[in-house]
């Protein structure tokens, strides 16, 4: 059965700190998507990572892939409110559980 | 440029009852996915459509149907509505060729009452 998980599902944090979201999948695919979802909204692309070893960053968000692993990270640097959404993952048409951040001031 | 469309945004049923949603890709764009994003089961994926095919599919029952038409819109159609149908329906486009990034629209809030 094709999974896809995350870890932590909840995540609360202080401003300024560091902290990073696990993506693990189980399909041998090559290239993991982020995306961002703010509540009662859509999804927003983040990221598109297409091969291993694929670094990606956007102000404060850093995404990797690892096929090797099966493990795709998105690091955040310095947490401040704007931040505060769900991030999920995508494996080719399955999403993982997502991540509720919540940035505290 | 147009973003992908989908209508209508909110609509309420009662059980028993059909619904067709419609979704509008991105100009350009191929492939059409469907979504259902609900508290307790997340986002799971329906179906898949490109050249007006299904290529891909969920793990959804057959009340759930799709399709695409020639110009890439596509619909989805959820028949004898249940109470646990509701839930926010999610269309994504894809150029294919391109990355594979899904292009998502606002959705469609359905409530079955």
Redesign the interface.
């Given at each position: 059965e094709l999974k896809v998980e995350q870890n932590p599902l909840f995540l609360s944090m202080q401003e300024g700190k560091n902290y990073t979201i696990y993506c693990n999948y189980s399909t041998t695919s090559d290239?993991l998507?982020w995306?961002r979802q703010d509540p009662g909204?859509?999804?927003?692309?983040l990221f598109?990572l297409?091969s291993n070893g694929a670094v990606k960053q956007e102000g404060r968000l850093m995404a990797s892939l690892d096929t090797k692993a099966r493990l795709s990270t998105l690091h955040i640097t310095a947490a401040v409110h704007d931040l505060s959404a769900t991030y999920?993952c995508?494996d080719q048409?399955?999403?993982g559980?997502?991540t509720s951040l919540t940035v505290i001031p | 440029k147009a973003g992908v469309t989908q209508t209508p945004r909110y609509l309420i049923k009662t059980r028993g009852q059909q619904v067709t949603l419609s979704c509008s890709p991105i100009s350009g764009h191929r492939s059409v996915?469907w979504?259902q994003q609900t508290p307790g089961q997340?986002?799971?994926?329906l179906f898949?459509y490109f050249s007006e095919t299904q290529r891909?599919k969920?793990n959804f029952p057959g009340r759930f149907s799709g399709r695409q038409f020639s110009n890439s819109r596509s619909e989805m159609n959820v028949s004898t509505l249940e109470l646990g149908d509701s839930a926010l329906y999610?269309c994504?486009s894809r150029r294919q060729g391109n990355?594979?990034?899904?292009?998502?629209?606002?959705?469609s809030r359905l409530t079955v009452l």
């Open positions: 290239r998507y995306y909204k859509s999804l927003e692309s598109v297409l999920f995508l048409f399955y999403f559980t997502g | 996915s979504y997340g986002l799971q994926f898949e891909n969920g999610l994504a990355t594979g990034e899904l292009f998502f629209g606002e959705g």
